[in-house]
T-cell receptor, first 111, second 118 residues
C-alpha cells in the first residue's frame, strides 16, 4: 500500500513566524511532489510542485525534497492569518497518473 | 474561463438510488480525474482519464463507473448508492497527456459535490 503521511495538526504559529509542514512517502519510485492548500469547504489549489532534490522557492513558500529520506516539506515564511488552511502533500509515480494525497495538516496562524 | 465546473453542488440520495455527477473543463486539458475526500483520509483517486477515449481505475473504483464523453467532459456514475459513498467528490483536470504528470503540470480542481446517502 503506497502511503503519504502527514501530521494532522493542528499546527499553530503566530503571525510573522515560519510554519514548517512535513510529509513522508513510501513509494521510492515517486517522481512528482506537490503541496496543495485547501480552505474549509473549498477545493484544493496548488501552491508548489517539486521534482528534484533540494529547495524550490516561490515567494514566501519554500518546498524541500529529499528523495533518499523520502521526505518533502513546505516552509511558509512571514505567516499570515490568510495562510490558515489545510495543507495537502501529494505524490505521483514516474510517468503515472495515480497521485496519492496525504490526509493534510491543519495550520492556524494567530494574529 | 470557468476552469473546472461540477454539477450538482449538493445531493442527497437514498440507499440504492443512482445518480451521475457531471464535470466539465474549458482549459483544453487532456487528463481528467475523479477523487473523493473523507474526513481524516485526504483525497483518494476513484478513476482517471489520461486522454479522450481512455479511462482507468484509481485507488477506490468499486461502486463507481465513469464516462469520458469528449475532451471537455468526464462523468462519474453511482449505480446503486450506499451510505459508504457519502463524501465530497472532486473532479480535476491537467494538461499533460499520456506521458503522465511532470514538471509544470498542475491538477486544477472543481468546486466539489457534497453527496449524502441515507
Amino acid at each position: 500500500q503506497k502511503e503519504v503521511e502527514q501530521n494532522s495538526g493542528p499546527l499553530s504559529v503566530p503571525e510573522g513566524a515560519i510554519a514548517s509542514l512535513n510529509c513522508t512517502y513510501s513509494d521510492r519510485g515517486s517522481q512528482s511532489f506537490f503541496w496543495y492548500r485547501q480552505y474549509s469547504g473549498k477545493s484544493p489549489e496548488l501552491i508548489m510542485s517539486i521534482y528534484s532534490n533540494g529547495d524550490k522557492e516561490d515567494g514566501r513558500f519554500t518546498a524541500q525534497l529529499n528523495k533518499a529520506s523520502q521526505y518533502v516539506s513546505l516552509l511558509i515564511r512571514d505567516s499570515q492569518p490568510s495562510d490558515s488552511a489545510t495543507y495537502l502533500c501529494a505524490v505521483a509515480p514516474r510517468g503515472g497518473f495515480k497521485t496519492i494525497f496525504g490526509a493534510g495538516t491543519r495550520l492556524f496562524v494567530k494574529a | 474561463n470557468a476552469g473546472v465546473t461540477q454539477t450538482p453542488k449538493f445531493q442527497v440520495l437514498k440507499t440504492g438510488q443512482s445518480m451521475t455527477l457531471q464535470c466539465a473543463q474549458d482549459m483544453n486539458h487532456n487528463s481528467m480525474y475523479w477523487y473523493r475526500q473523507d474526513p481524516g483520509m485526504g483525497l483518494r483517486l476513484i478513476y482517471y482519464s489520461a486522454s479522450e477515449g481512455t479511462t482507468d481505475k484509481g485507488e477506490v473504483p468499486n461502486g463507481y463507473n465513469v464516462s469520458r464523453l469528449n475532451k471537455r467532459e468526464f462523468s462519474l456514475r453511482l449505480e446503486s448508492a450506499a451510505p459508504s459513498q457519502t463524501s465530497v467528490y472532486f473532479c480535476a483536470s491537467s494538461g499533460r497527456g499520456l506521458a503522465g504528470l511532470g514538471p509544470t503540470d498542475t491538477q486544477y480542481f472543481g468546486p466539489g459535490t457534497r453527496l449524502t446517502v441515507l
